[in-house]
């Protein structure tokens, strides 16, 4: 069965769309002396049957590199601004429906490459002895980071809630001190939701001070607003310091659950979180009480929006339910933090050195109608089908991806598609420009007759 012949196509556009192996004959005189005349036919079949080459439109998928820089080795010196760990940049597919077309990209975690660690910490009432343990955190961090890169910024964060009801004490004897007439603890500073209390700064001495100038606060019911932190934190990219060409690691300590999207009704907020930042001249986020908690989706897009890798230092107990979170937060990792926080140094580290031994793919504004199929090739060179992910990497590794595409329809004329593959966590990225295949050449001439690339009236195209 000829597939291209039993499709009755009576244009081109028609036949091109029945299979990709289908060709359309736009010569004038083809099969003038012959009782088969379909002009929608496999390519050698027309030339076989007299249709002469340059006259048969048969458009193929194609990858085209238009910026291919080369792998860097290094991450910090002169050459810090311009450092390339995905090659190519850019590319351009031009598909046509049901027809494959593949390109390749590599990756590599280059060596000394700079750091900016915001810590975000829980200073509800019972972080009280995790803050104790943070007071030389700066200096001890430092010098474990420093043994990793020799470019490391370091700021710190600090959230506890919405200082509204239900989620906190609200009664007038609490507004100046929630810890009011709680024997264990009787002095404690106001409910607040977020507070940005030092920009990322390579002076880690300013760190301890902050740290050590901080007092616990109190809310009501056991979740936090941690959620709210974390967008903050992520979206307020001048306000935090963080650099361009640097790796982003928001460490964010609790003790406790994160209220999620739709919490925020219980206190009558039904406004949903817009995504954006709210700091305001006291560097505290203002719309706490004027909008909910954001939702896990608008979190995950944000971080990866901002190349952020997110760090869930957790106690024990609550180890089950972050990891549920990190599923669905793509490059977010979880540790189990000590019921004091002695263990945060170790863990920062661990977790680092975990996140820079994998190198993970997501795609960003992926068009609908075409597919891409992945498959990874690691460090031991064997190639993994259905793979975008490679693991147990070591800093200067470099891994390699062969993408399939495949468009699945046409888009109305004159639709052009951008999108982007980048590794979780990297500023570096891959911009694929797309344009379809599915218009013919002499569909460009129907301005002089509109049965041009029609089985009926055909005329000279190329004379």
Request: glycine share 6%.
């Amino acid at each position: 069965l000829n597939i291209c012949m039993s499709g009755s196509a009576t244009s081109c556009e028609e036949c091109l769309l029945i299979h990709p192996s289908c060709a359309w004959c736009a010569q004038e005189d083809f099969g003038k002396h012959r009782s088969l005349t379909s002009r929608c036919d496999f390519k050698d079949n027309l030339q076989k049957r007299g249709c002469e080459p340059r006259f048969i439109e048969y458009p193929r998928s194609t990858a085209s590199v238009l910026k291919n820089l080369p792998l860097s080795t290094k991450g910090s010196g002169p050459a810090q601004y311009d450092v390339v760990q995905i090659m190519p940049q850019k590319i351009s597919l031009s598909l046509r429906p049901g027809d494959q077309t593949w390109f390749s990209l590599q990756v590599r975690e280059v060596e000394d490459y700079p750091v900016d660690l915001y810590y975000l910490m829980d200073l509800s009432l019972s972080m009280k002895d995790d803050l104790d343990t943070m007071l030389n955190l700066g200096t001890k961090l430092a010098e474990e980071m420093g043994k990793l890169t020799s470019n490391f910024r370091l700021g710190f964060g600090s959230f506890v809630d919405k200082n509204m009801s239900p989620f906190s004490y609200t009664a007038p004897k609490y507004l100046e001190n929630p810890c009011n007439g709680y024997k264990l603890f009787p002095n404690c500073v106001p409910t607040f939701g977020f507070r940005h209390i030092l920009s990322l700064t390579d002076k880690v001495d300013r760190f301890n001070e902050e740290v050590q100038k901080q007092m616990v606060s109190r809310n009501r019911d056991a979740p936090e607003g941690g959620f709210d932190a974390i967008l903050q934190a992520a979206v307020c990219k001048e306000e935090i310091g963080w650099r361009k060409e640097a790796y982003h690691l928001l460490v964010f300590a609790t003790d406790d659950v994160p209220h999620l999207a739709l919490d925020g009704r219980l206190g009558g907020l039904v406004q949903p979180h817009d995504g954006r930042c709210h700091l305001n001249d006291q560097n505290e986020y203002s719309a706490s009480t004027k909008m909910d908690y954001p939702s896990l989706a608008l979190l995950g897009e944000k971080l990866a929006e901002n190349n952020i890798v997110l760090i869930f230092a957790v106690t024990k107990r609550l180890y089950v339910i972050y990891k549920n979170f990190t599923a669905l937060l793509p490059g977010t990792t979880v540790e189990i933090l000590d019921q004091d926080s002695k263990n945060v140094i170790q863990l920062i580290i661990t977790a680092y050195n975990n996140i820079r031994s994998k190198v993970e793919l997501t795609v960003s504004d992926h068009p609908e109608d075409i597919s891409l199929s992945f498959t990874a090739t690691c460090q031991d060179g064997k190639p993994l089908p259905g793979f975008r992910k490679c693991e147990d990497l070591k800093i200067g590794d470099t891994v390699s991806f062969h993408v399939s595409a495949e468009a699945r329809s046409c888009p109305p004329r004159g639709t052009d598609q951008t999108f982007t593959i980048k590794p979780v966590g990297f500023k570096d990225r891959l911009e694929v420009a797309v344009d379809y295949q599915c218009d013919c050449v002499c569909s460009q001439m129907a301005q002089i007759n509109s049965s041009i690339c029609s089985s009926i009236g055909m005329v000279a195209l190329f004379h």
